[in-house]
């Protein structure tokens, strides 16, 4: 019996986790992840979180030190969508090391309890006016082969709402006249989920105008452009459409505008024209109306 309850002692999970059960833990969360854009956020929001833990000595994981946390986010001034998401990242790695064997259910449980910092009265990221939206796509020099280019980036993120990696790895079979309308028909976003999107008229323009003076015929749809003002390559990096909208912000003023600042801008835009918030939804591709 003594034997037994010793064995029964030595399995319990633990309250402390160290740097290689914190590293082990991480590396599960990030495999769970399938989109490129959520490992991203996630890695970068445990390893700031796994810095802090190990910075004091012999901190159990519990409800009360993530409770901590949470206030060392918040005495950095961080926006409250900031800190939701790192505490997010937190509740992750606890359900993950409990699956693992690493961390008493309890304990987990407690941690799920952590409240998030309120939203209300915050605004989340920037988004443009009709008419900011109309200047910013226009900046481009219609003139030039990246000129085109960049009109064509800047009218499908405002006037259909996507990412950079789905813009990116949007190709030629993805335009298609669906109806009497162009949609973007079939287009894998986060986590593999699949939706058509409709097309503007001027968003379409946009694109013929690229696709005449670059004489692309197939594959991705957009490509890097060399300064000579020739293509190169078959495709185009998230960081090229990056500098793409920080350059045209920036004849705007507008300095501190992402290219997901766009992608909110749609949504807003939609929303004020008079757009069902689930169709919103739909054309975001967000799988909970909570998020849209």
């Known amino acids: 019996m003594r034997r037994k309850n010793r064995r029964t002692k030595s399995g319990r999970p633990k309250i402390k986790l160290g740097l290689p059960e914190l590293e082990y ?3 599960a969360v990030l495999n ?15 390893n700031e979180f796994v810095d ?6 012999r901190l159990s994981f519990n409800k009360a ?14 926006a409250p969508g900031t800190i939701n998401v790192r505490l997010a990242a937190v509740r992750r790695l606890a359900y993950e090391a409990t699956d693992s064997g690493l961390l008493s259910p309890d304990l987990a449980a ?3 309890r952590v409240k998030g910092s309120k939203k209300l009265g915050f605004r989340l990221g920037n988004w443009l006016t009709a008419d900011e939206a109309r200047q910013l796509w226009q900046l481009p020099d219609p003139l030039t082969l990246k000129g085109k280019r960049d009109r064509a980036i800047l009218a499908v993120l405002l006037g259909c709402g996507l990412r950079r990696r789905e813009l990116t790895e949007l190709s030629l079979k993805h335009v298609q006249r669906r109806e009497d309308h162009w ?18 008229d001027w968003v379409k323009h946009t694109i013929d105008l690229w696709l005449l003076a670059s004489s692309v015929a197939d594959g991705r749809l957009f490509r890097r452009v060399c300064r000579t003002g020739s293509i190169w390559g078959d495709e185009m990096t998230e960081k090229v459409v990056w500098h793409v909208v920080k350059h045209y912000a920036g004849m705007l003023g507008l300095t501190k505008l992402a290219p997901h600042d766009l992608r909110r801008s749609c949504a807003r835009l939609c929303h004020t024209s008079g757009g069902e918030l689930e169709q919103i939804q739909f054309l975001l591709g967000h799988v909970s109306v909570q998020t849209t």
Do not use: N
């Not at 802090?52 to 000595?57: A, D, I, M, Q, T």
């Not at 030190?65 to 961080?78: A, G, K, M, N, S």
């Not at 949609?183 to 503007?200: N, Q």
């Open 32 to 46: 769970s992840l399938r989109s490129l854009e959520s490992q991203r956020s996630y890695q970068h929001s445990i």
């Open 183 to 200: 949609a973007i028909v079939d287009l894998i976003g986060k986590r593999g989920h699949v939706r058509t999107i409709p097309m503007p």
């Open 65 to 78: 030190v993530v409770t901590r946390y949470r206030i060392h986010l918040e005495d950095r001034h961080l």
């Open 110 to 112: 407690g941690i799920r």
């Open 52 to 57: 802090w833990y190990c910075s004091s000595p």
């Open 25 to 27: 833990v991480k590396t």
